[in-house]
T-cell receptor, first 115, second 118 residues
Framework: AQTVTQSQPEMSVQEAETVTLSCTYD???????LFWYKQPPSRQMILVIRQEAYKQQNATENRFSVNFQKAAKSFSLKISDSQLGDTAMYFC????????????FGGGTRLMVKP | GAVVSQHPSWVICKSGTSVKIECRSLDFQATTMFWYRQFPKQSLMLMAT?????????EQGVEKDKFLINHASLTLSTLTVTSAHPEDSSFYIC??????????????FGPGTRLTVL
């Protein structure tokens, strides 16, 4: 079974600064996807970034980028130039290709961006 | 693209009544839909997976007779909480995967439904 661990229950960052959220996972599979989802106070789950395991290049989406270390089974999210609207719960998630698109979520990291 | 809607966003009902929650994929065909339950300050807990035209697959510990799931079309899945009790009060979220303009292997989430059972 796959597991996803987010070791930082809560984090805070000053507006305009950079913050990195950690995520590790455990799997014996080689083909899979990794995701970061954001859940703001509205509770709408929003896809932040997606990474295919077979791609060595780290995914980026504007101010969001990941550091994907496949051998170490690590998938951290870096948020640059943090904005107040980035305040949210962030979930790391794992999807195995042969599991019918099911997601395994980490416990989440609550990020507070301070003005 | 890849928009998922949920209705209602908030429902209050009396104990013993049934409540239906709808989940729709608005701009893509959802071959698979998922239903989650989320308690305050916790992660999402998968309740069941439904594929269009077939019976839902429930996770261990989820009562299939209490949480009825129907996925009758490629754009609609419904979750019915039967004979609801206060302990069923929670935030229910659906998600969908399928053929979108984006990625096939990505779950897109609805905005959630807050259920309060009095």
């Amino acid at each position: 079974a796959q597991t996803v661990t987010q070791s930082q229950p809560e984090m805070s960052v000053q507006e305009a600064e950079t913050v990195t959220l950690s995520c590790t996972y455990d799997t014996s599979e080689s083909n899979y996807y990794l995701f970061w989802y954001k859940q703001p106070p509205s509770r709408q789950m929003i896809l932040v970034i997606r990474q295919e395991a077979y791609k060595q290049q780290n995914a980026t989406e504007n101010r969001f980028s990941v550091n994907f270390q496949k051998a170490a089974k690590s998938f951290s999210l870096k948020i640059s130039d943090s904005q107040l609207g980035d305040t949210a719960m962030y979930f790391c998630a794992f999807m195995w290709n042969n599991a019918g698109n099911m997601l395994t979520f980490g416990g989440g990291t609550r990020l507070m961006v301070k003005p | 693209g890849a928009v998922v809607s949920q209705h209602p966003s908030w429902v209050i009902c009396k104990s013993g009544t049934s409540v239906k929650i709808e989940c729709r994929s608005l701009d893509f065909q959802a071959t698979t839909m998922f239903w989650y339950r989320q308690f305050p300050k916790q992660s999402l807990m998968l309740m069941a997976t439904s594929n269009e035209g077939s019976k839902a697959t429930y996770e261990q510990g989820v009562e299939k007779d209490k949480f009825l799931i129907n996925h009758a079309s490629l754009t609609l899945s419904t979750l019915t909480v039967t004979s609801a009790h206060p302990e069923d009060s929670s935030f229910y979220i659906c998600s969908a995967t399928g053929r979108t303009s984006g990625n096939l292997d990505t779950q897109y989430f609805g905005p959630g439904t807050r259920l309060t059972v009095l």
